[in-house]
C-alpha cells in the first residue's frame, strides 16, 4: 500500500509563480534581497519586482509571447532572478544551462529547448555566439555591456507595465530544467507555475524558520540553486548572497563577512568543512544551518560537521523530476536521524517497489522509490516516450533510486537503481561503499563503479583521492575489513580529484570511460 507524508496537506492556490513571490510585498520593499558577494551589489525587494515588470514589458515589446523560451547562460548573480521573474511574468518558460557546458551542449540545448532569446555574460559570450546561431536564437541579451549584444540595463530601464497574459497554472510552463532523468541524455524537464508554486508551499511547513541570510553557492541553473534556495528565501523575505563559482576561502570569507545564517551545500562540500584547515581562519559563529542535498550525506560525515561548526546539519531528498522536494529533515523537533533524508513532505505519497518483480516491495524491504503529489512534472519535453517510461500510471513518478522505510516512516535512500553493482547476483551499493571509504583518514574522496568481470559479472572498482600515501592494497584490506565478502572493493584507481557535477554528484559515466593505471584483480 502506498505511504503519506505525516503532515495534513497544505492549500495549493491557483496563482502562478510570480504572484506568489510577489504578493504582500509592501512592507518588504526596501529590504535587500539578493547581494552579489563579490562587489556588494544589492537588490531590494521592490527593485526586484520593479526591474522584473520592466523585463517583461521589454520582451512583449520584442515580440516575445506567451510560451516561448528564455535560456540563461550565466553564474549566479542577483539579476539572474530578475531575468526569470521577468520571463515568467511574459508568460514564457525559462530553461537554464550551465556555464561549463561546451558549445555543442549548449547548441543541443537551446536547440532543443527551442528557446527564441539568450541571456549570458561578456565572459561566455565567445562560446554562446556559435551555438546561439545554429539554434536560431533571435536575441542575445547581456548582463553587462557587450559589442553586438542587447544589454539587460536596456531591458529594464524602460516602461514597468509587463503584458497583459492568461496563464492556467496547472497546465502552463513556468520552467524546463534539463535532467538525465534516471536514463539517458538530458531532457527538458517541464515544471508548471503549479508544480512550484506547490513546492515552495511544501517545503514550507518542513523548513521554514523566518527569514534569514542565506548565502547562495549552488549553481542557480540547477533545481536546488533555481527553486530551494532564490525562490524559498525570496517566499520567506531572506537575504540571500550570491557567488558565482565556489572557493573555499572566499565561500568562508563571505560567511564571516556577512553573517549568514543558513546555507545550503552537497557533500564534498560539507566533507571539505569537515576536513579544511582553513575553517579553523574564520568566524563561523552565525551559522545555524546547513542543509544538504542532491546526493546522500553520510552519517558519520554530518555529525562531524555539526560537531566541528556547531550548526545543525540536516538532508532532503527531490529530483528536478519533482520541483524537486520529496522529503527532509524538519529543522523544528526533536527527532534527526542523520543517514536519513526524513518524511515525506504534506500532500506526497509514495511506493517502495520492487525491483525484479515490478510489483510493491515487501515490508521492511528496499525497493524503487515511486512518489505522487502535485510537486511531480508534466513530462519531458518534446519525449513522450522518456515521459512514459517514468511517470507511471495514475501518476507515479519513478525516481530511479532504491529507498529504505524506517518505523518513524523516514526515508533512507540507499542507492540509485542504474548505479547498482550486480556481483554474482547480489546488489552491491556504491554509496556504501563511498561512505566507508570516506572514514580512512587518509581519504579526502571517493568513488565507486562497478565494472565487467567474466566470472562474477561484475566487481566494484574504487577511485580514491588520497591526503597522503597509501597503497591500494591497504585500501582493499580496510574495506574488506568492513564489508561482506561479496562487497569488497576488487580494484583501486588513485585520482587527483573525482568527477563531479556543479551539484555533487559524482559523474560515474566519466569514471567508466577512464583507461587509466589501476591495481591488479584482488579475488
Given at each position: 500500500m502506498p505511504f503519506r507524508s505525516p503532515y495534513p496537506d497544505v492549500s495549493v492556490p491557483n496563482i502562478t509563480l510570480p504572484e506568489l513571490l510577489f504578493r504582500d510585498l509592501e512592507e518588504h520593499r526596501e529590504k535587500p534581497a539578493l547581494i552579489d558577494a563579490a562587489s556588494g551589489r544589492t537588490l531590494t525587494y521592490g527593485a526586484l519586482h520593479l526591474s522584473s515588470q520592466r523585463f517583461a514589458a521589454a520582451l512583449a515589446r520584442r515580440g516575445f509571447a506567451k510560451g516561448d523560451r528564455l535560456a540563461i547562460l550565466a553564474p549566479n548573480l542577483p539579476e539572474y532572478a530578475v531575468a526569470v521573474q521577468g520571463t515568467m511574468l511574459a508568460g514564457g518558460i525559462v530553461t537554464t544551462l550551465n556555464p561549463l557546458?561546451?558549445?555543442?551542449?549548449?547548441?543541443?540545448?537551446?536547440h532543443d529547448s527551442g528557446a527564441r532569446f539568450l541571456v549570458t555574460v561578456p565572459p561566455l559570450l565567445d562560446k554562446a555566439r556559435s551555438p546561439a546561431a545554429h539554434a536560431n536564437i533571435e536575441r542575445i541579451v547581456c548582463f553587462g555591456q557587450a559589442q553586438?549584444?542587447?544589454?539587460?540595463?536596456?531591458?529594464?530601464?524602460?516602461?514597468?507595465?509587463?503584458?497583459?497574459?492568461?496563464?492556467?497554472?496547472?497546465?502552463?510552463?513556468?520552467?524546463?530544467?534539463?535532467?538525465?532523468?534516471?536514463?539517458?541524455?538530458?531532457?527538458?524537464?517541464?515544471?508548471?507555475?503549479?508544480?512550484?508554486v506547490a513546492a515552495l508551499l511544501q517545503s514550507e511547513s518542513l523548513f521554514s524558520s523566518g527569514p534569514a541570510r542565506s548565502l547562495l553557492i549552488l549553481p542557480m541553473f540547477h533545481i536546488f540553486g533555481f527553486h530551494v534556495i532564490t525562490h524559498f528565501d525570496v517566499l520567506h523575505r531572506g537575504t540571500i548572497v550570491t557567488m558565482p563559482r565556489f572557493d573555499m576561502e572566499h565561500f568562508l570569507q563571505t560567511i564571516e563577512r556577512f553573517r549568514i545564517q543558513r546555507v545550503c551545500l552537497v557533500p564534498p562540500i560539507v566533507l571539505g568543512l569537515v576536513k579544511s584547515p582553513l575553517v579553523d581562519n574564520y568566524d563561523l559563529s552565525s551559522l545555524e544551518l546547513i542543509f544538504s542535498g542532491a546526493a546522500p550525506l553520510d552519517t558519520g560525515l554530518a555529525a562531524a560537521c555539526e560537531k566541528r561548526l556547531g550548526c545543525a546539519v540536516r538532508q532532503g531528498y527531490g529530483l528536478t523530476e519533482t520541483s524537486p522536494p520529496v522529503c527532509g529533515h524538519p529543522l523544528r523537533g526533536d527527532v534527526v536521524r542523520h543517514g536519513s533524508v526524513g518524511p515525506l513532505c504534506p500532500n506526497t505519497e509514495a511506493m517502495?517497489?520492487?525491483?525484479?518483480?515490478?510489483?510493491?516491495?515487501?515490508?521492511?524491504?528496499?525497493?524503487?522509490?515511486?512518489?505522487?503529489?502535485?510537486?511531480?512534472?508534466?513530462?519531458?519535453?518534446?519525449?513522450?516516450?522518456?515521459?512514459?517510461?517514468?511517470?507511471?500510471?495514475?501518476?507515479?513518478?519513478?525516481t530511479g533510486d532504491i529507498a529504505r522505510l524506517d518505523d518513524l516512516g523516514w526515508l533512507s535512500i540507499v542507492d540509485r537503481a542504474k548505479e547498482l553493482i550486480k556481483y554474482k547476483g547480489l546488489q552491491v551499493a556504491p554509496a556504501e561503499l563511498e561512505a566507508l571509504l570516506l572514514t580512512h583518514p587518509l581519504i579526502a574522496d571517493a568513488a565507486v563503479i562497478g565494472i565487467p568481470d567474466e566470472?562474477?559479472?561484475?566487481?566494484p572498482k574504487a577511485f580514491v583521492v588520497l591526503r597522503e600515501e597509501l597503497s591500494p592494497d591497504a585500501i582493499i584490506q580496510f574495506v574488506a575489513e568492513r564489508?561482506?565478502?561479496?562487497?569488497?572493493?576488487?580494484?583501486?584507481e588513485i585520482l587527483d580529484q573525482i568527477p563531479k557535477s556543479p551539484s555533487g554528484k559524482i559523474l560515474r559515466r566519466v569514471l567508466k570511460a577512464r583507461t587509466g593505471q589501476d591495481s591488479p584483480h584482488h579475488p
Open positions: 557546458y561546451t558549445e555543442t551542449e549548449i547548441e543541443h540545448q537551446l553586438d549584444c542587447e544589454s539587460y540595463d536596456d531591458y529594464i530601464a524602460g516602461q514597468s507595465d509587463p503584458p497583459h497574459v492568461t496563464i492556467d497554472p496547472a497546465q502552463d510552463v513556468a520552467a524546463m530544467l534539463y535532467s538525465s532523468g534516471t536514463t539517458g541524455l538530458p531532457k527538458g524537464v517541464m515544471l508548471t507555475h503549479r508544480n512550484l517502495l517497489m520492487n525491483l525484479s518483480t515490478g510489483e510493491e516491495a515487501a515490508p521492511g524491504e528496499d525497493g524503487e522509490l515511486w512518489v505522487r503529489g502535485p510537486q511531480v512534472m508534466k513530462g519531458y519535453y518534446n519525449n513522450p516516450a522518456a515521459t512514459r517510461d517514468t511517470i507511471q500510471p495514475g501518476g507515479w513518478l519513478r566470472e562474477a559479472g561484475e566487481v564489508v561482506a565478502p561479496y562487497k569488497k572493493i576488487r580494484r583501486i
